[in-house]
């Protein structure tokens, strides 16, 4: 089907010269050798985490250094593209897609490299570079955005190439409204991210990326460029918001409803038994010393906190099973409230029951969460903005915004370390996440898997403590989903049907289960409880590791584009098999359409 170099069919080196001359000086990148780009690659993550990664080795860069080789094996093959595309103008993605199509020649489409599945980057293919495509976003804030009839109200416009780096930088100079958004500066808005569901931090009280998109301008696999929305498009649409990136077209740009700021409160929940807490306490202190010094904590907080010093059994861990299961149950909380949880109390370093982020005043959340919450615990040492009891304690801080929040990272930077430099030299109004999941290594990449947990294991409190308490999820750490996810009818979008009835994403690292590749005792745990297809992977965080995901679908008469889209599947592969029935565009999680 594809032509690959050294057959017969490849292009001579006139047609890429050709190629190279429409395209116009220094557009036509060759890839060097990849030892050299697993150097420039680790460089950057090293210095920058995924920031200066997307401008490295011509876009070839992976967020996770050791997957430019084939199967993230350093010294093994290469997976890189032989050419790239540092697409600046519409022509420029136009005419590649034209010559791949010609030619036979995959595409593959990248705006950072944050992919876990590493599904932004094919041997053998032409790669459509969107890092220093024209920024959108600098346009300001739509305040009625018309689309299919519809008054969408105030609306932002992204280019296909822009980070929520940039996209935090147009909303904070309007400073009035926020966007459902990734967390981390470094992810892409138009790409992956979006086109896979969309997960961040204010999914139950905004929705997902894929609820609040409502136009897209994409180049197809005919050359052509089309608006796409709900009236223009609809089938398309419905694709674009759930069927993956790299996967219909190159998304230039994207159009999504954005929401009147609101005071942040960030709190964190924290196991005092955790080892890195207990290894945090002086040396010698007797039991029931009371201790005040400032906690580890991921809400910018320096305030001390005091506590007693015991050592909390691991039993301890089932009153926050309880918590999580009654005032924190994502299934049926105020939709005000999203965040992170560790099953095991794992998150954030090891030590972290739970990481809050709460739309409102301090005043609200006290009322809301924080007073039922001193109760469930138990914790009577009320401290200002965070308490203690005897086996847990939470700190709180209020915020202006979000965004106040996510900038006190620049606001706090020390010139010589790479906050300054992400802060000052590239100009984003934040660093935060900008070294999250971007490591040399092969780390989660091609590896963990990403899990539902649906809204029915929340309610049967007996079966969710004993999944809870099985060994592997003592160290799973997971997505709050529930609220505004719960919303749209599971019809209007592409994501997994499932996804609308599901209470939270758990994630799982290979390290969980190291007796074996195919993490056999993790996949036995998941058939048990939450098998598929009301529990399955979600494409926006999951690696598409088939030694586990292949068993797992097996056992139920699913491959693994099954276990992602269930139902939808049909209608994403015919819809594949329509807007692009030569393949131009694939990738590790791509849909791959049925022959016709």
């Known amino acids: 089907m594809y032509c ?122 032409i790669l459509i570079w969107m890092s220093n495509f024209p920024k959108r976003s600098t346009g300001g804030v739509i305040e009625n955005f018309h689309s299919c009839g519809t008054n969408h109200g105030p609306a932002l416009n992204v280019g296909g190439g ?79 918001r759930g069927g993956g990136g790299g996967n219909w077209g190159v998304v230039v740009a994207q159009t999504s409803k954005v929401h009147p700021n609101r005071p ?34 991921s809400i910018g907080s320096s305030d001390t906190v005091c506590w007693n010093t015991t050592i909390p059994a691991p039993s301890t861990l089932s009153h926050w099973h309880e918590v999580l299961l009654g005032l924190l149950n994502p299934a049926t909380m105020d939709k005000r409230l999203d965040g992170y949880y560790g099953l095991g109390c794992a998150w954030g370093g090891g030590f972290m029951c ?120 003592q160290y799973a750490t997971g997505h709050v989903l529930g609220g505004a996810v719960l919303d749209p009818d599971p019809k209007t979008t592409s994501v997994h049907p499932h996804m609308r009835s599901t209470a939270m994403e758990i994630l799982l690292n290979k390290e969980f289960d190291p007796s074996s590749p195919s993490m056999a005792n993790i996949r036995a745990i998941l058939d048990k409880y939450v098998p598929p297809p009301h529990g399955s992977p979600i494409l926006n965080h999951d690696a598409r590791n088939l030694e586990v995901l292949t068993p797992l679908g097996e056992t139920h008469g699913m491959d693994w584009q099954q276990l992602y889209w269930g139902e939808n599947l049909d209608r994403l592969q015919k819809i594949k098999a329509d807007v692009d029935p030569n393949g131009v565009f694939t990738c590790r999680n791509c849909v791959q359409a049925r022959p016709k």
Not at 264 to 285: D, E, F, T
Not at 288 to 297: A, K, S, V
């Open 4 to 125: 690959d170099p050294g057959d017969p069919c490849w292009p001579e080196d006139q047609a890429w010269n050709d190629l190279g001359e429409e395209l116009g000086a220094g557009v036509l990148k060759t890839i060097g050798p990849v030892s050299e780009v697993y150097r420039q690659c680790s460089e950057a993550i090293t210095a920058y985490g995924g920031v200066t990664a997307n401008q490295i080795a011509n876009g070839t860069c992976i967020f996770a250094g050791a997957c430019v080789y084939k199967d993230c094996k350093v010294g093994g093959e290469p997976n890189l593209p032989v050419y790239s595309v540092e697409a600046t103008r519409l022509e420029h993605i136009q005419a590649t897609i034209n010559f791949a199509r010609k030619h036979r020649i995959r595409v593959a489409v990248k705006s950072t490299g944050a992919s876990y599945a590493v599904a932004d980057q094919e041997p053998h293919s």
């Open 162 to 240: 822009e980070t929520w780096g940039d996209v935090f930088n147009a909303l904070i100079a309007d400073g009035r409204y926020m966007a459902s958004s990734g967390a981390a500066v470094t992810v892409g808005g138009s790409g992956g991210w979006l086109q896979g569901g969309g997960l961040g931090p204010f999914d139950r009280s905004l929705g997902l990326g894929v609820d609040n998109v409502v136009e897209y301008e994409l180049v197809l696999a005919d050359g052509s460029l089309k608006k796409v929305n709900a009236c223009s498009e609809p089938d398309l649409f419905w694709a674009l």
């Open 264 to 297: 942040l409160v960030r709190a964190n929940i924290v196991w005092m038994g955790a080892a890195a807490i207990q290894a945090s306490i002086p040396k010698g202190l007797p039991t029931g010393y009371r201790l005040c010094t400032p906690l580890p904590n």
């Open 354 to 473: 739970a990481d809050l982020y709460f739309q409102g005043t301090m005043a609200e959340f006290e009322d809301a969460f924080l007073a039922p919450l001193r109760k469930a615990f138990g914790m009577v040492d009320k401290q200002g903005n965070a308490a203690s009891g005897a086996d847990f304690v939470y700190i709180a801080k209020e915020y202006k915004s979000y965004y106040d929040y996510a900038g006190t990272d620049c606001a706090n930077a020390q010139p010589g370390t790479p906050q300054y430099y992400i802060c000052n030299t590239v100009g984003y109004p934040s660093a935060n996440g900008y070294n999250a999941d971007a490591q040399v290594s092969q780390g989660g990449y091609e590896s963990r898997v990403s899990w539902m947990l649906p809204t029915s294991l929340f309610a049967d409190k007996a079966r969710a403590k004993e999944f809870f308490s099985t060994p592997p999820m």
